[in-house]
């Protein structure tokens, strides 16, 4: 299904999605995802009940092996196809889903990280909800590549933070005009971040 042309997903970014690892031609995870994804579509009002997880998975795996990849990442989002009361009196549309799937990001080895001058609100109503509402990070994003850097690190308003714009899991990590202490405790936070915060499942063990 695609999404309406005034449709909240086109209008205002009012979807959900996660991004996970492809490992052996298997989506790594899945369960925990489809938790975080139904678990957000809910807190922002979307009704994705019509969407089996089981159907979904069947969707991702077809996917990937349509195109051939063994080691990469996938996007699955569900986007809100309803119709805003603001721009229309109908009560209708329904959310839609769209899966991508790519060959792993390629990193280089070591990469420069900067920290950006836009801050992140952390009274936002959409804390801790992965939303299709990504402008932000994308414009900390391209600030940081014009600046010379591979990424960025984002602050809250209290300048506390170790949130990078993008990225999948690093090796080694060049720190380069950032605030962040040692390697390994910037590696042990990040995947603490992701484990608890994101996906709800155990704290790694410290390296």
């Known amino acids: 299904m695609l999404p309406d042309e005034i449709s909240g997903a086109l209008l205002y970014g009012s979807g959900v999605f996660t991004t996970l690892a492809i490992l052996n031609g298997e989506p790594f995870l899945i369960e925990k995802h489809w938790h975080r994804l139904t678990r957000d579509a ?3 009002g979307i009704d994705i009940s019509a969407f089996d997880a089981s159907d979904v998975k069947t969707a991702l795996t077809d996917a990937i092996s349509g195109h051939g990849v063994t080691s990469g990442r996938a996007r699955i989002t569900f986007g809100d196809g309803s119709t805003p009361a603001i721009w229309s009196s109908r009560d209708d549309g329904e959310a839609f889903l769209s899966i991508l799937v790519a060959e792993r990001r390629q990193m280089p080895s070591e990469l420069r990280i900067g920290i950006s001058p836009h801050f992140i609100n952390t009274t936002s109503p959409l804390v801790g909800i992965k939303s299709c509402n990504y402008l932000e990070p994308l414009m900390a994003f391209n600030e940081a590549k014009s600046r ?26 060049k720190i380069a005009d950032v605030g962040i202490v040692a390697l390994k405790d910037a590696r042990i936070k990040a995947k603490t971040i992701l484990a608890e915060k994101q996906l709800g499942i155990a704290k790694p063990e410290a390296a």
């Open 42 to 44: 809910g807190k922002i």
């Open 148 to 173: 010379g850097f591979d990424e960025a690190v984002r602050v809250n308003e209290r300048g506390m933070s170790y949130v990078l714009t993008f990225g999948p899991g690093r090796q080694r990590i």
